[in-house]
């Protein structure tokens, strides 16, 4: 798995956020990755979580939602994969990949 970039144009009202927030956004990103690379993904969802808290980006919900199914959080992994893939930004490949890793973890464990 690799970790999206988060950059873009937010919706909302942080649309053109100051240079100091972006830079603390950037930093909690680039944080992020290097934890998701590290294979310390606890770490990697905090910071992913608090850029997200700064300005939402579809980007993160994926990324989010990777860092949780590798965690084993599997009801909270399928609530981002599903947020990320009805998003209209989503992109399609990862919209198909989410869709694959929702079916996944929905499946009935074998007896």
Wanted: aromatic share 4%.
């Amino acid at each position: 798995m690799v970790l999206l970039g988060a950059a873009g144009v937010a919706r909302g009202e942080e649309a053109n956020p100051t240079q100091e927030l972006v830079d603390r956004i950037m930093s909690h990103d680039r944080a992020a990755r290097a934890a998701f690379q590290e294979g310390d993904f606890a770490l990697a969802l905090n910071e992913l979580a608090a850029a997200q808290d700064l300005l939402p980006a579809v980007p993160r919900i994926y990324n989010m939602a990777q860092c949780l199914d590798e965690l084993g959080q599997s009801e909270e992994a399928i609530r981002h994969y599903r947020q990320y893939a009805a998003s209209q930004d989503a992109r399609p490949d990862r919209r198909t990949i989410a869709l694959e890793r929702i079916a996944a973890l929905e499946e009935p464990e074998p007896e």
